[in-house]
């Protein structure tokens, strides 16, 4: 049976997971689909930084920020990188083998989240 505890250091890991490939992806591609879908939704472009500002739910409670219950996002693509341990039937060896996956996330403007309450994290 997983404790609290444990289940507590699997969302922390997975937030910071979340907030280090929001801060150092290297695709740019999402950029014009993040300024389209946050102008449509009455945000200034002058307003909307990606990486600064607009992060995924995941990133903004790693941030100590909280999305407001209602909120919707503007839909994006990324690309998380799994790894796969295959045997080599010939020699038996193991190998870990290292694949990006699509994934569609959710993104948030930081007009959308509230501070969490007693929670002390670092200022973007």
Known sequence: MVTLTQNNVKVNERQAEALSRALTGQTWSNFPAIIQGFTARGIPEDQILPRENVFTYQAWKALGRQVRKGEHGVKVVTFIKRDKK???????????????????????????????????????
């Open 86 to 124: 295959t045997e080599d039937s010939a020699t038996g060896e193991v190998k870990l083998q290292t694949y990006s996956m699509p994934r569609t996330v959710s993104v948030f403007h930081i007009s959308q989240t509230d501070e969490s309450k007693g929670v002390h994290h670092a200022a973007i």
